[in-house]
């Protein structure tokens, strides 16, 4: 994709192709049910271009804009820096005429869905922008990223199914001093697939703990809390977890409006293969089967075991075929104000702070997965013996 040219104005043609975890090749950890896409380029310090975006709300669960420096690989005024650098959907004022149908009781159906994004150096003229992220002036390779998650399913085989429904973003390359457009600057591929966020390595006596992880300098996505868990090697091994799971945001019918604030907008569990930052296998919130006492109990093995055609509530997951997995449990948009067991309640890992201090039960309880890991042929026996009554 990389190139040079002098286009004036209309950049569109310079969107990525489209990032699907669907496709179980994407790297930087993706989920399974997001798609995502790119707009990169190289800008001359303190040029004064900015972009301009026009598009429709798509019709899925969530879309979201997150803008990067490209060197660094974490958002464009850094993680926790508390400076604008991603816009969710429900966050997105409408155009004038428009409504967002991510916001209370409006019609997820709405023709009327049009919204106008603004990305600009800092120092400019915000004023008459709806949605406006700045950007520095002095960083030269920047990255503008949509996602999309779950769009609805009656778009199958609609041409822009992974964008729900709609076209990508128009984009327009306009100079800020004077609001004419610009020359499209250069684009050029992501480079490479970034640095795994630290982490407190693979479980050890059998013991499955989760602790959050930073996406930091990995391409992180703004709205999402992150738990994970190493295991290494896999073997034989079947592991056996569980989890309390919050309310989620359903959006199953197209046409009836969201009525409620839920305690996460979305939740999965994802597969990843460490060394290829790739997705293998996913459950998400809508694909899971809840047991009898509320709790979400989920297997992973080399193959699904035999003993689970016999009993109820569980779900499984293969380990693929890779021996050094990561497993990662996604909080999308918790309602923190309310749901105070979310994942992002559970402190970043520190490794110069003691493992065991920082596994996330020990902060948000039930809400956070723990279980047990064990041979094959002893998870038969008595599923790894687990140290909560089984359903």
């Known amino acids: 994709m990389a190139h040079e040219h002098a286009r004036q104005g209309d950049c569109t043609a310079d969107w990525s192709i489209a990032w699907s975890g669907e496709r179980r090749w994407t790297p930087l950890l993706p989920d399974m049910h997001a798609t995502y896409w790119y707009y990169a380029v190289t800008r001359v310090e303190g040029d004064k271009v900015g972009f301009e975006l026009h598009a429709q709300f798509g019709h899925a669960r969530y879309q979201g804009f ?23 959907d429900e966050e997105i004022e409408p155009d004038e005429g428009s409504q967002n149908p991510y916001r209370l009781y409006v019609p997820r159906d709405t023709l009327e869905r049009d919204y106008t994004l603004h990305l600009v150096p ?31 399913q009656h778009l199958k085989g609609h041409p822009h199914y992974l964008s729900g429904g709609v076209p990508l973003p128009r984009i327009r390359a306009f100079d800020t001093g004077d609001g004419l457009p610009a020359a499209c600057p250069p684009t050029r591929p992501i480079p490479g697939t970034g640095t795994l966020p ?13 602790y959050r992880v930073t996406a930091k300098d990995y391409y992180p996505n703004h709205d999402n809390a992150y738990l994970a868990t190493v295991f ?20 199953s019918d197209p046409a009836a409006p969201i009525t409620e604030v839920t305690q996460v907008r979305y939740w999965s569990f994802n597969v990843y293969s460490i060394e290829l930052s790739n997705v293998t296998a996913c459950l998400a919130d809508f694909e899971a089967e809840v047991a009898p006492d509320g709790f979400v109990y989920l297997v992973l093995g080399r193959r699904r075991p035999a003993i689970l055609d016999k009993a109820e509530g569980f779900n499984f997951l293969p380990w693929g075929l890779h021996e050094k997995i990561a497993l990662v449990y996604r909080h999308m948009a918790p309602d923190t104000d309310n749901f105070k067991q979310s994942a992002a309640a559970v402190p970043i ?43």
């Not at 060197?71 to 816009?87: A, C, M, N, Q």
């Not at 630290?198 to 989760?210: K, S």
């Not at 290494?232 to 959006?251: Q, S, W």
Request: hydrophobic residues 30%.
């Open 122 to 152: 800092e120092g400019s003229d915000t004023s008459g922008y709806r949605n406006c992220i700045t950007f520095p002036a002095d960083v030269t390779q920047l990255s503008v990223y949509l996602r999309v998650y779950l769009p609805d």
């Open 349 to 391: 890992y520190d490794s110069a702070l003691p493992r065991e201090d920082q596994a996330a039960e020990r902060y948000i309880g039930e809400y956070a997965p723990s279980g047990v890991y064990c041979p094959g042929i002893k998870f038969v026996k008595d599923f790894c013996a687990p140290p909560w009554e089984m359903p």
């Open 198 to 210: 630290p982490g407190p390595g693979a479980n050890t006596d059998g013991q499955v703990h989760f």
């Open 66 to 88: 997150n803008v990067y420096n490209d060197v660094t690989g974490d958002l464009v005024w850094g993680s926790g820096s508390g400076r604008r650098s991603s816009f969710r």
């Open 232 to 251: 290494e090697p896999i073997g034989d091994n079947v592991a056996l977890i569980r989890v309390r799971p919050p309310t989620y945001t359903n959006t």
